[in-house]
């Protein structure tokens, strides 16, 4: 045997099991020496042979895979249904609550609020990373390992069959009152809070004038565009209510709007104009105002998050609107 | 006319759930591996040597195939012969085949022909 046919055995027999090694050995070798012996018959030169019998049996990975019935997938059809579920509902109930815990014990440990957020979003993601992580592990293993095969059927097993009470409800494509009223309120909030955060005395100055905490400069004119862009926010709910659901217009309505809310903004913050400089000297944390500061940086990193998924919820709205009226048949379209 | 990469696929596909049974039955005479390969493609049932020894394993690990190596000829071959498992198995699929052939073709057949 030349060395090619003995690199593809050594290559296969990696991925076999020492108990089997021998035999798998044997045999393997014994069916490519008939293999390239018949083809050599055929009138066919060695090298040419032995070339076309390995290409024949295939990537060794693959079929030392196959010979040892190993599979060749981190996490098989029978358990990824179970995989997905359980990560979901891990990382969505634990996520926060961690986010929050840790946020408020930095807030209690002295910390301001902004600190004690990034210290909440950092430990959150942290989290999740090792939760993502172990789970997925965990499941390879089980997918995996042969002592642990009594575990997975009883995973799936305890899973049990679907029946028609585990269907979804179908998707409420009807925007409703409460949850325009909702937005509303929401976006009323939000120019409230901001109005609110400007005008309230933290800090005076010198003369007994109030330290606004947005930039002086900057409240003049583009204040009153931005919220003037989130009255036409909130304008824009009613007039989705009044239509009855969310269509590919009006979803392109709301991208304009939010991209007209959010780039100014993430701009102005992110060129040090947004906050005022003397507040954050008030505050004694000149980087409050600094346009590459960590507090900056968040606030522009959840802005465009926030946005991207208010963009995105708007067409997925709009979808879902469309295949539920055009096929109540077949509502699993609309996911 | 069909696509030959489509035909390809499904007639695969349509062979490669006989390809236990072919086995079971032609291993009611022992034979090592490759002889299988070439005698199901005599039989006009060709498969391919990755397929046929992951197979072979799999069925003798569920005890429907039984092997013995034969160290009399010029080189070591790991002859496999059909269980009595194994061929009760067969029996029952041939059944089956039968039956599916009987439905197929009256479903050809049928009142839309």
Same mark, same amino acid.
């Given at each position: 045997m030349t060395s090619l046919t003995e690199r593809y055995l050594a290559a296969a027999l990696r991925g076999i099991p020492e108990a089997q090694r021998?035999?798998?050995?044997?045999?393997? *070798?014994?069916?490519?020496?008939?293999?390239?012996?018949?083809?050599?018959?055929a009138g066919e030169d060695r090298a040419e042979a032995e070339t076309a019998v390995l290409e024949g049996l295939g990537d060794p990975v693959r079929l030392a895979a196959g010979l040892a019935g190993r599979p060749l997938y981190l996490i098989g059809p029978g358990l990824f249904v179970e995989y997905r579920q359980l990560l979901i509902m891990l990382l969505s109930v634990v996520i926060p609550i961690v986010g929050i815990v840790l946020?408020?014990?930095s807030l209690w440990g002295g910390e301001d609020l902004v600190g004690a957020i990034v210290d909440g979003v950092g430990g959150a993601w942290n989290t999740a990373i090792h939760l993502a992580f172990w789970v997925t592990v965990a499941?390879?293993? =089980?997918?995996?390992?042969?002592?642990? *095969?009594?575990? *997975?059927?009883?995973?799936?097993?305890?899973?049990?069959?679907?029946? =028609?009470? *585990? &269907?979804?409800?179908?998707?409420?494509?009807? =925007?409703?009152?409460?949850?325009?009223?909702?937005?509303?309120?929401?976006? &009323?909030? $939000?120019?409230?809070?901001?109005?609110?955060?400007?005008?309230? $005395?933290w800090f005076r100055d010198a003369s007994g004038d109030v330290i606004g905490l947005f930039n002086p400069e900057v409240w003049g004119f583009w204040m009153p565009v931005l919220i003037a862009v989130l009255v036409a926010i909130a304008g824009l709910q009613i007039v989705i209510f009044l239509v009855g659901r969310w269509t590919i217009p009006l979803a392109f309505a709301?991208?304009?709007?939010?991209?007209?809310?959010?780039?100014?903004?993430?701009?102005?913050?992110? $060129?040090g104009s947004l906050f005022n400089p003397e507040f954050a000297d008030a505050l004694g944390w000149p980087p409050l105002a600094d346009g590459n500061g960590p507090v900056t940086l968040s606030i522009v990193a959840g802005a465009v998050l926030v946005t991207i998924w208010e963009i995105f919820?708007?067409?997925?709205?709009?979808?879902?609107?469309d295949t539920t009226i055009a096929g109540i048949g077949a509502p699993g379209k609309a996911l | 006319m069909v696509d030959d990469e489509l035909l390809g696929t499904h007639r695969q596909e349509l062979r490669r759930g006989t390809l236990v049974l072919a086995s079971l039955l032609a291993l009611r005479a022992p034979e090592y591996g490759y002889a299988l390969l070439k005698r199901l493609e005599i039989a006009g049932l060709p498969s391919d040597g990755n397929t046929i020894y992951p197979l072979l394993r799999r069925l003798e690990e569920r005890g429907l195939l039984v092997s013995e190596w034969n160290t009399d000829d010029t080189r070591p071959r790991k002859f496999y012969r059909t269980s009595p498992a194994g061929d009760e198995l067969a029996k029952q699929l041939m059944t089956d085949m039968t039956e599916l052939t009987a439905s197929l073709r009256a479903l050809n057949g049928g009142p839309d022909r």
């Open positions: 021998a035999d798998v050995e044997r045999e393997l *070798r014994s069916s490519i020496a008939d293999a390239v012996e018949d083809r050599l018959t946020a408020g014990v499941f390879v293993l =089980v997918e995996r390992v042969d002592a642990m *095969r009594e575990a *997975r059927d009883e995973i799936t097993g305890a899973h049990g069959h679907w029946t =028609v009470d *585990r &269907l979804p409800a179908l998707p409420a494509s009807r =925007v409703t009152a409460g949850e325009t009223v909702g937005e509303v309120v929401t976006t &009323l909030i $939000s120019i409230g809070g901001i109005l609110f955060l400007n005008g309230a $005395s709301n991208t304009a709007l939010q991209v007209a809310f959010t780039a100014p903004f993430a701009a102005l913050a992110l $060129s919820d708007g067409f997925r709205r709009a979808r879902r609107a | -």
